[in-house]
């Protein structure tokens, strides 16, 4: 799912949703009806996925739990409506009993009461089940808000440090390649530069990159610098770490020519700067997995590189020195994703977490992939179907473990948005401090005043 434009879930309710929770139906015996809900649709939007939960999921489940019934609520919209939707249903305790949701929501509809903590919801069942050992700690963090388990973490992503090996051998660096701080990165981009490669560095900067600014740049670089943007309800304003993570990028863009601040601010920057990668004209580049997947593909990515395999390399992003990361750690990612929630206000909450359990294992995972390497949120998954892909295998094996996420709560949207613009302020000419002084100014008008803000 992408980031939804607008932050808001619901003003009042004015009509009751049409659709209801699953139902206990007598039959002869007691029976039950569950339903699922995702913003997915055969023939559509997320077509595999609702093709994999009418062909698989409900057939099995219903086959393994006998006077269950199970049915599909699909949706094919904007994420922004298929939010509101979901919202209107749990405003109006209404709706599917298994529920799709962005990970990013997870925080704004636990505040709103929307949802619970899935054990309240399921009860003793949930804390057993087996699938929490196969799912790292920092990837149950998709779906935890205040220190609690709200949903299921379904596949997730890393973003790490992508380089060109043939520009690495010209410039004498090593490959494999695994800098230990944010200086060793700029020392190879001196090297890079004295050998004449034309773009050192790729940070994503700037308004016109959007998320992919704050998610592949800022983001980590702040987890590296031993803070996250929201902590213990307060948000990060001009602390050191901030300081920190605008002073990398002041050193990147700011004169050096070890970045192309005009790549930053064009429209189709991100674009270019893929293309720029693929031609051997940019060395080493901050992204997620996607830009493996599906940017330099060799058969079919938007960039293809036919020499992927044996050129591009990637590492993990260093915190700014050995153990100063968040949670002492010497590298750092940030992740995204999407979860499944349990409806608190399911009249069956105990088959129902039986049927999330159930589409979490680790046949239904398989069975979602369906022969694709793709990086799930189970370890005994990954560890079967990323064997042929080692760049997969890496994220799932050395970057989940160390990853963190966005804060699930209704105004990041904007806050994003100001640290893109920090960002952009850099880039243009002005320095570290005017940057995150202009940055804090903002932040306190967006969060409720100083009170909310640390640093």
Known sequence: MRLPSRPAVIAALTILALSSCGTATPSGGE???L????NSISGGKNSDSADWIKQWVIPEFEKTHPGVKVLFQPSGVDDEQYKTKIALDLKSKTGADVIDVDGIWVGEFAQAGYIKPLAEVGGAAVDAWEGWSQIPQAVQGLGIFDGKKYGLPQGTDGRVLFYNKTLFEKAGLPDPWQPASWQEIIDAGAKLKAAGVPTPIQINAGTAMGEAT????VLPLLAGAGAEIY??????GASQAMK??????QQIYGGSGLGDPRLQQEAKGRDKSFAQFAAGKIAILAESDYFWRSVVEPKAGVAAMKDRDTTVGYARIPAIRPGAGIRGQDHVSMSGGAVRVLNPFSKNPKPAWELLAFIHGAAATKAQLAGQARISSRGDVNDEVLTGDPMLKFVADEVLPVTAYRPGVAVYPQVSVILQEATADVVSGKSADEAVT???TKLEGLVGGAANVSG
Request: aromatic share 16%; no cysteine.
């Open 31 to 33: 029976s039950v009806t």
């Open 35 to 38: 339903t699922i809900a995702a």
């Open 214 to 217: 704050t998610m592949q740049g």
């Open 231 to 236: 902590s213990e309800g307060k948000w990060t």
């Open 244 to 249: 920190d993570v605008l002073g990398f990028y």
């Open 438 to 440: 202009a940055y804090r």
